[in-house]
């Protein structure tokens, strides 16, 4: 194993290189930084916070999700994570509950753990591969010479002794993981495009004697001030410790863009949590929190001579129901994949294949999203689908498999499998707005 820098600011050198750099240390960042460090590059990871560190987010992880930690060394179950074997829909009064179907490639259950404990993991792992890290450093912007990405400028977020120590990176190729907002990303020319839905969400920490429930709870009673449905759903993710993670999520794009305060639905969702739960919408042990979901593909480009983009600053996000950690955990690792040809084969040319690699497993399906999303925001329909989805145990099967992306997995009902397929088919036929 490398020697590691370790997370002391002082001890920084003014100028380091490595074969790969990753900027951001979330779990695209450190997915990227395991995988690459894993097949032996030298790699260097630079992120801003200091782990454990708190991050907005759900804590959900679906089996996808799960199925990448545990490739990557990082099992929920030992590190007794909560876990959970299945999605609770609620609509319209009434519930279904569906199981995670059993998989090839994932296990068929779930997890919820605050992010703190996930990302402490998974940085510890990507450390054990032999990733040189750096916390408590802020990437500012690339270092580029003669039009060419050379690699960052940095700086101490806090300098212990007051000064704010610069550093510089050189890297022959970078990886931009730094989260929805992407400064480094936006530096290099990648835009999101704006005519595609973004979700927005905010989640605070209840006490719930329901705490170790095996189910995780979605539920699709979102109004506006007129009592239409919104395109959008609360949540109760049972975390284990006593809590659950209660939120809501939305998507930017509704009829008229009228603007509807997260706060204030936020608001509204606690008052209608299922009683179940017996949680005091009054008792929230932590300030509501909240943040963007960039989805369905929408930033734009992903790569370019020597460098990719993953997770939400390639705007990973799942559209169909803003999970985010399990595709930043796959884009990383793609982006390990086609960085490590190219240094096999010393032929940057080689990172075209990561556009590919992501067209091929995802387009279709975020191309169905996007579409999909697009309509959710017209008056009526989303009341309609889930109006459908919770009659129906057979839909309520198809809509958990399309909206966890757990479609491959074997089982479940064929004809809802034949419904997907189809409108997959003909929204080929759609452009996308732009
Ligand atoms: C309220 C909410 C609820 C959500 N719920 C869920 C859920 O239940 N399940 C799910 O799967 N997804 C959920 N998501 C989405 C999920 O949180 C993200 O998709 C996921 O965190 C993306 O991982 P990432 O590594 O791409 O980005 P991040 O987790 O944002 O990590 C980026 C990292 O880069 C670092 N960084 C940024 N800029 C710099 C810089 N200049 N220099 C150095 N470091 C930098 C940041 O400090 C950060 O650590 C939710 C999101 C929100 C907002």
Redesign the pocket.
């Known amino acids: 194993m490398r020697q590691q820098e370790g997370t002391s600011t002082r001890a920084a050198p003014k100028t380091l290189s490595c074969d790969v750099l990753v900027?951001?240390?979330?779990?695209?960042?450190c997915a990227a930084a395991y995988w690459s460090a894993r097949e032996g590059r030298d790699v260097l990871l630079?992120?801003?916070?200091s782990h454990p560190?708190e991050?907005?987010?759900?804590?959900?992880?679906?089996p996808v999700?799960v199925g990448e930690l545990i490739a990557m060394g990082c099992d929920p179950g030992a590190a007794r994570w909560h876990l959970h074997r299945g999605l609770r829909i609620t609509a319209h009064g009434q519930s279904l509950e569906v199981l995670w179907p059993q998989g090839a490639r994932w296990p068929n259950y779930g997890a919820v753990v605050r992010r703190p404990r996930l990302?402490a993991l998974m940085f510890a792992s990507a450390q054990a591969a032999g990733a040189r890290t750096l916390t408590g450093?802020?990437?500012?912007a690339p270092l580029i010479t003669d039009g060419h990405l050379r690699g960052c400028r940095?700086i101490a977020a806090h300098g212990g002794d007051g000064r704010r120590g610069e550093l510089t990176a050189r890297a022959r190729y970078v990886v931009i993981?730094?989260?929805?907002r992407s400064?480094?990303g936006r530096a290099l020319g990648t835009v999101r495009t704006r005519t595609y839905a973004q979700g927005l969400?905010?989640?605070a920490y209840y006490p719930t004697p329901r705490h170790a429930e095996p189910w995780i709870e979605s539920v699709f009673a979102l109004t506006d001030s007129s009592g239409d449905q919104l395109p959008g759903y609360g949540w109760v993710?049972p975390v284990g410790d006593g809590t659950a993670n209660v939120?809501v999520?939305l998507l930017s794009h509704h009829y008229g863009n009228k603007a509807i305060s997260l706060e204030r639905l936020f608001e509204q969702w606690t008052q209608q949590i299922p009683d179940r739960w017996e949680i005091d919408p009054t008792g929230a042990r932590s300030e509501p929190?909240?943040?963007?979901?960039p989805m369905g593909g929408s930033v734009r480009p992903r790569s370019g001579p020597n460098w990719v983009v993953?997770?939400?600053?390639a705007g990973?996000?799942n559209p169909w129901n803003?999970?985010?950690?399990?595709?930043?955990l796959a884009t990383g690792r793609l982006a390990a994949e086609v960085i490590g040809h190219a240094l096999d084969t010393d032929d940057g040319l080689m990172l075209r294949r990561y556009e590919a690699a992501l067209a091929e497993r995802w387009e279709r399906y975020h191309h169905l999203g996007r579409l999909t999303t697009r309509a959710l925001g017209r008056p009526g329909l989303m009341r309609k689908l889930t109006q459908l989805a919770i009659r129906s145990p057979r839909m309520g099967d198809l809509a958990m498999r399309v909206s966890t992306d757990l479609l491959a997995s074997a089982g479940g009902p064929k004809t809802p499998r034949r419904i997907y397929q189809i409108a997959s088919s003909v929204a080929r036929l759609w452009r996308d707005r732009t």
Do not use: H, K, N, Q
């Not at 929190?289 to 979901?293: D, F, I, K």
């Open positions: 900027v951001g240390g979330g779990p695209a960042g630079i992120e801003r916070s560190r991050r907005a987010c759900g804590d959900a992880l679906t999700a990302d450093i802020e990437v500012t940095a993981a730094d989260g929805p400064g480094f969400a905010m989640r993710f939120g999520g929190v909240g943040g963007r979901l993953v997770g939400d600053a990973s996000i803003g999970d985010g950690i399990g595709p930043a």
